[in-house]
């Protein structure tokens, strides 16, 4: 709440000196915000990281959980909890794609879902970098064309992720380089 207020987003943040890696960041931070304990997650993987607007590197870890946890928020860290079925972040009822040029100039697309959650009879708008993790889970999971445009080879998935992240961070590399 304190650094993104009103934005949805994954549960996560910064590492600590006490975290061995980003896995145990993501555990760490999802015991901290949500109340979900480390035990109660079968972690898969780690996806090609993002650059978030700040500049930051984000590394999403990917787990599963079982279907009976209930999130125990932290009031000082999430205002809601709420859960989105994964296949939404293809065939969404509620999509706008936004263009925008990222910090390192290109021009690229930035998601924009909507989602109505009955639970909390309210609608959530899920953009940016967290939706971009969660069309690229989505993409993997389910392995079919998305309903909308994406910026990647959706027969090279994971090598055109990895490219799209190696131009983009090398990019803004180059130019705090030239910024000493």
């Not at 706008?96 to 909507?114: Q, R």
């Not at 998935?157 to 799209?164: G, H, R, T």
């Not at 131009?167 to 030239?178: H, M, T």
């Amino acid at each position: 709440l304190r650094r993104s207020p009103g934005q949805v987003c994954f549960p996560g943040g910064k590492s600590e000196a006490s975290d061995k890696d980003e896995i145990d960041t993501a555990l760490r931070e999802a015991k901290e915000e949500v109340g979900l304990q480390p035990e109660k997650v079968e972690v898969i993987c780690r996806l090609v990281p993002g650059i978030d607007k700040m500049n930051h590197l984000v590394t999403p870890v990917v787990g599963f959980i079982e279907d009976a946890f209930q999130a125990t928020p932290n009031p000082d860290e999430v205002s809601e909890v709420f859960f989105v079925p994964l296949e939404y972040f293809i065939k969404p009822l509620k999509y706008k794609a936004l263009s925008y040029k990222t910090s390192s100039g290109s021009l690229t697309l930035m998601h924009c879902f909507i989602y109505y959650d009955q639970e909390h009879k309210k609608s959530f708008k899920i953009w940016g970098l967290t939706a971009h993790f969660a069309v690229f889970l989505a993409l993997v999971v389910f392995g079919e064309r998305p309903t909308f445009e994406v910026d990647y080879d959706l027969d090279n998935l994971i090598s055109s992720s990895e490219n799209y992240f190696n131009n983009l961070y090398a990019s803004i590399y180059e130019r705090k380089k030239s910024n000493l």
